[in-house]
């Protein structure tokens, strides 16, 4: 069974750090590209940050300078170290690429943002309080 298992969101004070992780389990990232969402209450869905098949990353304006993505070779993992935090960062995030066999999970945010990808983790919740 293929999934995509987002984990690290927590509650932070402004100024703050968090690292989020999406874990994949059966089947390896092996250079496709992947992203991270977020997802703010009434808010459109926005595309935090990815790495594209060529190993290329880009950010949001928004987040520009504050947050790292990271994919290392030896893990199954996607990372996304966030520092800086601001109370503006708080929201649902989500990660997401597509898998081999070509399995299909969408969500409200997948409906609202840029389509890139068609396999989603479940959201983790971050909130920054001032």
């Known amino acids: 069974e293929v999934q995509l298992v987002a984990s690290g969101g927590a509650s932070v004070q402004a100024g703050g750090s968090l690292r989020l992780s999406c874990t994949a389990s059966?089947?390896?990232?092996?250079?496709?590209?992947m992203g991270w969402y977020r997802q703010a209450p009434g808010n459109e869905c926005e595309l935090v940050g990815l790495i594209n098949n060529d190993g290329t990353i880009n950010y949001a304006v928004s987040v520009k300078g504050r947050f790292t993505i990271s994919q290392p070779n030896a893990e199954n993992t996607l990372y996304l170290q966030m520092n800086s935090l601001k109370t503006e960062d708080t929201a649902v995030y989500y990660c997401?690429?597509?898998?081999?066999?070509?399995?299909?999970?969408?969500?409200?945010?997948?409906?609202?943002?840029?389509?890139?990808?068609?396999?989603w983790s479940q959201g983790t919740q971050v909130t920054v309080s001032s």
């Open positions: 997401a690429t597509d898998v081999p066999n070509g399995a299909r999970v969408v969500n409200s945010c997948w409906l609202l943002g840029p389509k890139l990808w068609n396999f």
């Open positions: 059966g089947f390896t990232f092996d250079g496709a590209g």
